[in-house]
């Protein structure tokens, strides 16, 4: 395969393993109905994932660095399939918490060694835009796995989450098939420095970190739609459940072209650029949205957030990458992995203002903090050039 087979075929991993996580959303308000859960117990599924991710994650992008282990990438997809694609066969739900647990461990193994070989992959000045191939997967995903999993659940009721199954299925036996592909692209990556003897550069610890606050701002209020949008929907505008689907759907097929556009332009303006202006871009459209009392033209206002959501994903990743040049897996592990666990670490919080004060509060409350978000992204420095 070539090196741009190659990035497609990781963005149908990044696919098949983020349906799961788009499927989840869509799966919460079944469990909450079926088992009687409150607003913060249901988010604790949801934490549950993401904090399981949050744990493992350092030891994945620390392997990534320093082992080539290709074989975890099929592997970390069956776990994040498995896991959500067997919630609806169990019945306590201690079960179910355990079982999004394992999906957690598997999306934590797959974010790191994936987005590094996509690295390695990229032509010279297209890193952003392979990126944003491979981030587009995982957007895909997002979309999908709403639509999927309403559709199995509302046909065949909570055992309907077994078709999650499928996907990662098919996924994991392509990956299989090119694991030699994947380690000769290492190989190569690891022979063209060694002959060109490049000087990756000293990493910037402190640019890092606060990327990864940005990260971590920008996670919370992705997590935040899309864990409470479809309750927000019933709760609120008192519309179906299929409608609250369909709301985010609209979002991650939004995101699609954001994610495309983003990387197509952070190549060309630079990524930095590209971030801060994704960031304000969300930062005027989503408070506008809980002032909306019409769900028609709340969810036609779905379609710019759900773009600025997504554009800045390849910009940020790739920022990360050049801030710490000899810890690339690490990187991709953080801005993929932790960062982003955190925003489903806030969603039990956030379900707590929702129990408490009402679901348009808990929403309100994630809706203001992109503006933070905008203005910390001002302050990135530039990445130092390599030698």
């Known amino acids: 395969m070539t090196r741009y087979q190659l990035v497609i075929l990781l963005s149908f991993g990044h696919l098949a393993t983020d ?38 994650q350092p030891l994945f992008g620390y392997a990534a660095d320093r082992l080539n282990k290709p074989w975890l990438i099929p592997l970390a997809i069956l776990l994040a399939g498995i896991g959500f694609g067997l919630t609806g066969f169990v019945n306590s739900y201690s079960a179910i918490i355990m079982l999004a647990m394992i999906s957690g461990v598997g999306i934590a193994a797959f974010h790191p060694q994936a987005a590094r070989l996509v690295n390695f992959a990229a032509a010279a000045g297209k890193k952003g835009t392979s990126m944003s191939f491979f981030g587009l997967g995982g957007t895909l995903g997002f979309a999908i796995g709403p639509i999927l999993a309403t559709s199995a659940l509302i046909t065949l009721g909570l055992k309907g989450t077994g078709v999650l199954i499928i996907p990662v299925a098919i996924a994991a036996v392509f990956l299989i098939s090119q ?29 890092f970190s606060l990327l990864s606050l940005l990260v971590v701002g920008k996670s919370i209020t992705f997590f935040g739609l899309n864990t409470f949008i479809p309750l927000y929907w019933a709760g609120y505008f008192n519309e179906s459940l299929a409608k609250g ?15 495309i556009f983003g990387g197509w332009v952070s190549d060309r303006i630079g990524y930095k650029k590209m971030i801060v202006l994704g960031n304000f871009c969300l930062a005027i459209c989503l408070p506008v949205l809980i002032f909306i009392d019409h769900p028609l033209i709340a969810m036609i206002t779905l379609i710019p957030i759900g773009f600025a959501l997504a554009v800045t994903y390849s910009p940020t990743v790739v920022l990360g990458q050049e801030y710490l040049p000899n810890h690339v897996g690490f990187s991709s592990g953080v801005t993929l992995g932790i960062s982003v666990a955190f925003g489903g670490i806030a969603a039990p919080f956030i379900g707590m203002i929702a129990d408490s004060r009402g679901i348009w509060t808990a929403l309100a409350t994630v809706a203001f903090l992109p503006i933070f978000v905008a203005f910390l992204s001002l302050f990135l420095p530039s990445p130092r050039t390599t030698a």
């Open 245 to 259: 689907g369909l709301a985010l759907s609209i979002i991650a097929v939004s995101g699609v072209f954001g994610n």
């Open 179 to 207: 694991l030699p592909s994947f380690k000769r692209l290492e190989n190569e990556d690891r022979e063209f420095k060694s002959n060109h003897q490049t000087v990756q550069g000293k990493d910037q610890w402190y640019s």
């Open 19 to 56: 349906i799961n996580q788009g499927a989840l959303a869509a799966i919460l308000p079944f469990l909450i109905s079926e088992y009687q859960l409150t607003y913060s117990a249901g988010a604790a599924i949801v934490f549950a994932a993401n904090s399981t991710s949050a744990i493992v």
